[in-house]
C-alpha cells in the first residue's frame, strides 16, 4: 500500500477538525501576542497538504493500472 494514501487521510481529518475548530471557537487558540487564529490556518495548511496526499496516491494508483 502506498504510504501517502494513509498519511493523506491523517491530514485531511486532522485539518477539517482543526478548521471546525477555528470556526466554532475562534477566539479558544490564538497565537502569543498577536490575534491571529492558529487552529484555522493551520487546520487550512493540513488540509490541502492532505488532500494533496490524497490525488497523488489516486494518479499513482491510476497509471500502475
Do not use: E, Q
Amino acid at each position: 500500500m502506498d504510504l501517502r494514501v494513509p498519511s493523506g487521510w491523517f491530514f485531511t481529518l486532522l485539518g477539517v477538525i482543526l478548521v471546525v475548530m477555528g470556526l466554532i471557537a475562534p477566539g479558544y487558540r490564538l497565537a502569543a501576542l498577536t490575534d491571529v487564529n492558529v487552529n484555522l490556518y493551520s487546520g487550512i495548511a493540513m488540509l490541502v497538504f492532505g488532500l494533496f496526499l490524497l490525488l497523488m496516491a489516486r494518479r499513482a494508483a491510476s497509471k500502475s493500472r
